[in-house]
T-cell receptor, first 118, second 113 residues
Framework: GAVVSQHPSRVICKSGTSVKIECRSL??????MFWYRQFPKQSLMLMAT?????????EQGVEKDKFLINHASLTLSTLTVTSAHPEDSSFYIC??????????????FGPGTRLLVL | QKEVEQNSGPLSVPEGAIASLNCTYS??????FFWYRQYSGKSPELIMF??SNGDKEDGRFTAQLNKASQYVSLLIRDSQPSDSATYLC?????????????WGLGTSLAVNP
């Protein structure tokens, strides 16, 4: 259980184009998903919290107009990197919140999307 | 500023030894604690969670929680080269954080054959 998929796994695009990344919870419903970015040999950085049916909450310093998030259903959130530039090249990882034993909750991660902007 | 701190390592242990990974947290309101493993170039994978003081064992892994000292640890018995990865500690369960996880920066573990 608690499987999260991401598509595409890898994308190469030209500077100035937009790229959409999909995150799906395959065997559970996720009212909340998270988008992270990770540069090589650095830690995870939370970009935003995506809530089904409402606007995403962005972390400080993350441009909401550049990183568009849509969480239109209980199993799908999308991240669109608009007008991508080489500095946006990174590993983008989504996670979905689900319950765990004992009444708590945690995050399950998708496999990540590696974005390279030329 | 709510924080989770880990020694970045690298921690190097011989194959078959016990690897001990440590984590401290600052928010006394945290109620749950998680260990994730991240192989190079891959996304994190949940390996253990713990809510209560004491030990929780799952196979070769034991998580330990001491809320009074605000300390969480992960022990890996009979370490294998395949355990070589970065281990991320996270705290959660505090409604004041909008239920986000607070992440440590990770400890790099190398298990030498």
């Amino acid at each position: 259980g608690a499987v999260v998929s991401q598509h595409p796994s890898r994308v190469i695009c030209k500077s100035g184009t937009s790229v959409k990344i999909e995150c799906r919870s395959l065997d559970f419903q996720a009212t909340t998903m998270f988008w992270y970015r990770q540069f090589p040999k650095q830690s995870l950085m939370l970009m935003a919290t995506s809530n089904e049916g409402s606007k995403a909450t962005y972390e400080q310093g993350v441009e909401k107009d550049k990183f568009l998030i849509n969480h239109a259903s209980l199993t799908l959130s999308t991240l669109t990197v608009t007008s991508a530039h080489p500095e946006d090249s990174s590993f983008y990882i989504c996670s979905a919140r689900d319950q765990i034993a004992g009444g708590g909750e945690t995050q399950y991660f998708g496999p990540g999307t590696r974005l390279l902007v030329l | 500023q709510k924080e989770v701190e880990q020694n970045s390592g690298p921690l190097s242990v011989p194959e078959g030894a016990i690897a001990s990974l440590n984590c401290t947290y600052s928010d006394r309101g945290s109620q749950s604690f998680f260990w994730y493993r991240q192989y190079s170039g891959k996304s994190p994978e949940l390996i253990m969670f713990i809510y209560s003081n004491g030990d929780k064992e799952d196979g070769r892994f034991t998580a330990q929680l001491n809320k009074a000292s605000q300390y969480v640890s992960l022990l890996i018995r009979d370490s294998q080269p395949s355990d070589s990865a970065t281990y991320l500690c996270a705290s959660g369960g505090n409604a004041g954080n909008n239920r986000k996880l607070i992440w440590g920066l990770g400890t790099s573990l190398a298990v030498n054959p």
